[in-house]
Nanobody, 117 residues
Framework: VQLVESGGGLVQAGASLRLSCTTSRNIFSRNGVAWYRQSPGKQREWVAS???????RYAESVNGRFTISRDNAKNAVVLQMNSLKPEDTALYYCNDPPGSVSNVFSRGQGTQVTVSQ
């Protein structure tokens, strides 16, 4: 199932952004999904996950600032990012959660988030 990410942009430190991960199918209520990010020269970093049951988990680096949620009516998983820091700058994309054996999703192009000082 193809995923499409959107919502990135260039913001100043302290600002907020809302990323969306969408698909044409009503599938997020049956399959968990995760947000990841990657910066040039760095390894992929898991950011947050939401399970099919709606349980969320966060990386320590974003806990308390980011919120992952699901909008079943829009076939979307949203990542609300508050209090952004320059170190949050990365290409963000969604995909199967870490450790998933089902590999339900195909990631999209991602959406770039750039946070300036």
């Amino acid at each position: 199932v193809q995923l499409v990410e959107s919502g990135g942009g260039l913001v100043q430190a302290g600002a907020s952004l809302r990323l969306s991960c969408t698909t044409s199918r009503n599938i997020f209520s049956r399959n968990g999904v995760a947000w990841y990010r990657q910066s040039p020269g760095k390894q992929r970093e898991w950011v947050a996950s939401i399970s099919s049951a709606g349980r969320s988990r966060y990386a320590e680096s974003v806990n308390g600032r980011f919120t992952i949620s699901r909008d079943n009516a829009k076939n979307a998983v949203v990542l609300q990012m508050n209090s952004l820091k320059p170190e949050d700058t990365a290409l963000y994309y969604c995909n199967d959660p870490p450790g998933s054996v089902s590999n339900v999703f195909s990631r999209g192009q991602g959406t770039q988030v750039t946070v300036s000082q």
